[in-house]
C-alpha cells in the first residue's frame, strides 16, 4: 500500500532508498483521501496499517464529508476511532498534539 501521505521524523529519511515501499518503523502516521470509487480499499487500508503498527491512520472520507483519525493499533485493527464532520477540527494525538483544522475541506 502506498498512502496519500506519510508523515516521519525527518531523520529517519523512509524515501531514501528509492524503493517504492519501505518499512512502517518510525512512521508516526498515514494520511489516506478516498478517490471516487473507495470501494473496499477503506477496510484494506486501515486493517494493513493497523497491522504494521502504524500507530496514527487519518482518513478523509470526501464522499460522507467527515475525517477519520484511527488510533492504538492492536495487530489487528485500530481499537479507537475518532471522527468529525468536515469544518468542525480533530484533535491529533502525540507525537502531533494539536487540533487540525479541516474547515477548508468542505
Known sequence: MIPDGTFAPRDLDVYDNGDSWSAPDG???VVEVTSSRPGPGR??????????????YLLV???????ML????????YARTDQ????????LTEPFGFELDNATFA
Open 27 to 29: 512512521i508516526a502516521m
Open 84 to 91: 468529525v464532520p468536515f469544518g468542525k477540527g480533530l484533535a
Open 70 to 77: 484511527f488510533s492504538q493499533p492492536d495487530g489487528k485493527d
Open 43 to 56: 477496510e484494506a487500508k486501515r486493517y494493513g496499517y493497523a497491522r504494521a503498527g502504524i500507530p496514527l
Open 61 to 67: 472520507e470526501r464522499d460522507e464529508v467527515r475525517v
